[in-house]
């Protein structure tokens, strides 16, 4: 029993202790390239979803679907069309394009394209701040 207690004491501390060189940090290495990806997912499509700031998922019911719940296609009838454009801050562009069609009484099939451009970034670093 004391031979099992104390390696079960072993093992926890070696799990804490292996736990907090995997949470260090080396200040040499920092880099924030690439640290996300999809963020260009989050920005908004259409002047109503920017207007409510995002909170438009339940609320969509027109080609603007593709981009937040594909589910509010139902809502759609007939063909449609649907294009957006925004030009951001620092040169930035979105795009959305859409189009739709209604194929069967209860089936409707549709597609769509996002578009972003950052354009050109100077490369910076913590070496080089100046690029």
């Given at each position: 029993?004391?031979?099992?207690?104390?390696?079960?004491?072993?093992?926890?501390?070696?799990?804490?202790?292996?736990?907090?060189?995997a949470q260090s940090d080396i200040p040499e290495d920092i880099s924030k390239v690439a640290t996300r990806t999809g963020q260009f997912l989050k920005m908004e499509v259409g002047a109503k979803a920017a207007a409510l700031g995002g909170a438009h998922v339940a609320?969509?019911?027109d080609l603007s679907a593709l981009a937040w719940?594909?589910?509010g296609l139902a809502h759609v009838s007939g063909?449609?069309?649907?294009g957006t454009y925004?030009?951001?801050?620092a040169g930035i562009q979105h795009g959305f394009v859409a189009?739709?069609?209604?194929?069967?009484h209860s089936d409707y099939l549709g597609a769509s394209v996002t578009y972003l451009n950052?354009?050109?970034?100077?490369?910076t670093s913590l070496r080089f701040p100046d690029g």
């Open positions: 029993m004391h031979v099992m207690k104390r390696s079960f004491t072993i093992i926890l501390i070696l799990l804490f202790t292996a736990a907090g060189f609320g969509v019911n719940n594909p589910a063909q449609s069309f649907y925004t030009s951001l801050y189009y739709g069609t209604k194929i069967a950052s354009g050109e970034m100077e490369v």
